[in-house]
């Protein structure tokens, strides 16, 4: 076998998918445990109603046999017989129409649950966490685990439970008239069903989880290259998607024929296990009858309950694949509620209250995970509030990081980060950045109205409020051009819109959160001249008063702020204003500086 296969086998074993899946199901079971009761209650009833018609059909045969010897007596008692068959099958029917009712509404509840609760968790883990997953992986492995909850509820509740249960009662009934077939169907049934379980865990479930695995994989490839259209067809890629995908479906089909094959297999196992169990009840019974202890009425009840049995165990071989299939598809969302948050609220965190907008980082250490050394050791930074700060420097001198670690997205190693003298480690994440707004360099937007994007930044805002963010952020003017206006659909990710016009209403989304904290993650810097003016125009209103703070890569955006801070391997190597340190000698914001001047010069040149 390969390798990947017997690691995948053996971690499958380890780490007990079933158990998993097991507490998984109960967390969801036990919130509607009353109706589950019920149907427990009226599936048992049904089952053993069902299980109790074959011993009455026996006594109704031999009635038959003993019409002619005594007929008024034998004509009474099989119409009592036939009664009690025609009442246990109504009752029968009866019960498992309540359960077949009752289940419908037990599911429908739970997997709107699954959704909301996965939802919620794939919502606040880390950044790393999305940054390293596919978003079309996620959603499938999502929807995946909401229908196989769906799956495994009629699995167990409908079929298992009740099959078991008839399974136990025949073996019961039979044990107490003869002692030596109940221990053959009672005893073949639990080889049976051991049989089946061992190969579907150990044998299929391996296979099948690796299959599962490369199912939710081409989920991700799909919805990455079709969310990337515009790349793939800007670099003529059509044909090189083509094979990528036809690749990844390749390796899909050989896992998964390799799962399908594996079922072919047990099934024949199955079946050569059920032919040797049905010999041995039919040898028990005729044995039986040679030694003069079952009559006709008790061959037909031994063999009408051993093909209801029959029918059972042939069920269950199915119903433990179904069993399995479901347990296997579950099982990434379980991982994924396994996963750390990464970032996490602390126990008792408070509110935020910013007033004045003062940040200070006090002592900071911060060091990747999976770096050897520190980004920032024992640093020490005041910006005050209203300033506005500059932040420049070459890329991965630690500038972006800075920003991110203000907003939270990740936990320093030491020391502490305070805004208004409040350690952001000791408040909730959700009012640490509603008071901080961020306008980035590529803003990503729904694919929902206009209106929906700009008061994104503030539920419940009115259409007033919502135009009048737009007019202060110079995009009123083209979203009243649009032929819905505010009701414009801007596509997925906002790939309707030109670069300038999703910053411009990335810009009307801050001027609504009206947030003291600012962070412009260069806003201007791939756009064409006119969209820049408007933007640093509507930039400059929406900077007024607030503590600002831009991470620059046009370093002409930046010569008006009040400070400028340059960055080189998580340290400040230089700082003041833009006049000052422009005419530092050797200093790196100069030779960033002339260098941009010279590239312009150029480009001006050429054209």
Known sequence: MPDNYMTLMGRFVRENAFGKAAQFTWH??????????????????????????????????????????????????????LGIILALGLAMVLSRSVVFTGIVRFTLRMMPDIVH???????????????????????????????????????IILALFPKFTLLLSASTILFLQWPVMGLVVGLGSVAYIALVSAMMMVYIAPAAQLSNAWDTRVGGVLADSVSCNAVVKSFAGEEREQDYVSRTMSK???????????????????????????????????????????????????????????????DVGQQVRNLQRTVNEMEELIDVHSVPLGVADRPGAGELKVQDGEIRFDHVTFQYHGKDTPLYEDFSLTI????????????????????????????INDGAILIDGQNIAGVTQDSLRSQIALVPQEPILFHRTLADN???????????????????????????????????????????????????????????????????????????SVSEHLIQQASERLMQGRTTLVVAHRLSTVKSMDRLLVFSKG????????????????GIYRGLYERQAMELHQVIAAE
């Open 117 to 155: 609760e996965a939802f919620r968790k794939v919502q606040h883990l880390s950044s790393d966490w999305h940054a390293n997953s596919f978003a079309g992986s996620t959603v499938r492995k999502i929807t995946r685990a909401m229908w196989a909850m769906d799956g495994l509820n009629d699995t």
């Open 571 to 586: 340290e400040i190597v230089e700082e003041g204003t833009h006049a000052t340190l422009v005419t530092r000698d050797k």
């Open 384 to 411: 005050r509030a209203g300033e506005r700060v500059g932040l420049v420097g070459h890329s991965g001198s630690g500038k972006t990081t800075f920003v991110k670690l203000i907003q939270r997205l990740y936990d």
């Open 28 to 81: 969801h079971w036990r919130r509607q445990k009353v109706r589950l009761s019920v149907m427990l209650g009226f599936g048992l009833l049904a089952t053993v109603a069902d299980s109790l018609a074959p011993l009455f059909a026996g006594r109704l045969v031999n009635n038959l046999g003993e019409f002619a010897s005594n007929a008024e007596e034998a004509h009474g008692a099989a119409l009592t017989n």
């Open 252 to 314: 899909w089909r050989k896992r998964t024929m390799r799962t399908w094959l594996r079922h072919n297999h047990t099934f024949i196992i199955q079946s050569l296990a059920m032919w040797a169990f049905r010999g041995a009840i039919l040898g028990t019974a005729l044995v039986l009858a040679w030694n003069g202890r079952a009559n006709a009425g008790d061959l037909a009840f031994v063999l009408t309950l051993f093909f209801v049995v029959q029918g059972y165990l042939q």
């Open 454 to 528: 700009i008061a994104y930044a503030r539920p419940g805002a009115t259409m007033r409020e919502i135009i009048e963010a737009a007019k202060l952020a110079n995009a009123h003017d083209f979203i009243e051009d649009l032929p819905k206006g505010y009701a414009t659909l801007v596509g997925e990710r906002g790939i309707k819109l030109s670069g300038g016009e999703r910053q411009r209403v990335a810009l009307a989304r801050a001027f609504l959160a009206d947030a003291p904290i600012l962070i412009f993650d260069e806003a201007t810097s791939s756009l064409d």
